[in-house]
């Protein structure tokens, strides 16, 4: 048990994670700038949800901790996409 | 890594703490879920009134705000690595960064807010009210979510300072930090909501 919680993080992971971060939101500026209307929205969601990845897996840890917090995140978005999908088949259809 | 845990006559479980951090962590994904999904509708019903009211917002200033928020975000994480390499200059020093720039982004949430009431952009103002039911909405959700994200910046602020007196005072140590890495794990999920909020309100337009 104690193994999972003394792992200690190189300071370089998390300057290198930033480093990505930093990266990925000027992409995200840059694709929503110039106006690619529907396709911007998508890459700029699809940029968020890496980045949350990255925030998750590393600054949370969850690449280096127990299992369990890994499949109950999963599970919880997971969740939360049942209810999206199923709310817009709702608005969609109407 | 360090030696075993020091004190075994103490009644700790670091595991169960952590674990009932996530659990919160989890409820406030839930909740703020619920309101991009509130967002997400109202923005598919009134298209274009939410095209026009988010080409209004300051992406220089949101832009800004999001790499203080990865930055502060990345010195947090790292004081739990300091305090494991029982640095405490160096962990101080971190979750000092951490707390100032927290306050950074404040103070330019209340430059940014301000510049809007002086447009006559707030809740319920007359403006508003003219501009129709679209813009209503997005300036509604707009106030109540960056305000309600605000609000835990202010809350994770009160923590961190807390968190900093007790690695002063040799409370939080090296074979004893699990409420730094809880309070690293609150501030994170402050980023990973604005990770989404930044895209949605300045972004996309």
Do not use: C
């Not at chain 1, 003394?6 to 930093?22: A, D, E, K, S």
């Not at chain 2, 020091?6 to 409820?27: C, M, N, P, Q, V």
């Amino acid at each position: 048990m104690s193994d999972t919680t003394q792992h200690i993080v190189p300071y370089r992971t998390y300057g290198l994670i930033l480093l990505l971060l930093l990266v990925l939101t000027m992409v995200s500026v840059a694709v929503t700038q110039i106006e690619l209307t529907r396709w911007a929205t998508i890459v700029a969601l699809l940029i968020a949800s890496t980045k949350s990845a990255f925030v998750l897996a590393i600054f949370m840890h969850l690449k280096f901790d127990h299992t369990i917090y890994r499949v109950m995140v999963i599970f919880i978005i997971l969740v939360m996409a049942a209810v999206i999908l199923l709310t817009f088949f709702d608005y969609g259809f109407r | 890594m360090s030696e075993s845990i020091a004190h075994h006559d103490e009644h700790r479980d670091d595991e169960g703490s952590k674990l009932g951090i996530w659990l919160f962590i989890f409820t406030e994904l839930l909740f703020f879920g619920g309101l991009f999904i509130t967002y997400a509708v109202y923005r598919h019903g009134n298209t274009q009134a939410f095209h026009l009211a988010a080409e209004q917002l300051d992406v220089t200033i949101g832009t800004i705000n999001t790499v203080i928020l990865l930055i502060s975000s990345m010195t947090i994480a790292m004081a739990t690595t300091a305090i494991q390499k029982k640095d405490k200059r160096t962990t101080l020093v971190l979750i000092g960064i951490t707390l100032l720039l927290a306050l950074v982004f404040l103070v330019n949430k209340y430059f940014e807010w301000s510049a809007k009431i002086d447009h006559g952009i707030w809740p319920g103002s007359p403006l508003l009210e003219e501009l129709g039911r679209g813009d209503t909405l997005f300036f509604g959700l707009y106030y109540f979510m960056t305000g309600l994200h605000a609000l835990h910046i202010i809350i994770g602020m009160v923590l961190i300072a807390v968190i900093l007196v007790r690695v002063r005072k040799d409370i939080i140590t090296s074979d004893n930090f699990q409420l730094l890495e809880n309070g690293g794990l609150y501030w994170h999920l402050v980023d990973l909501i604005w990770i989404f909020l930044f895209p949605l309100f300045y972004l996309i337009t």
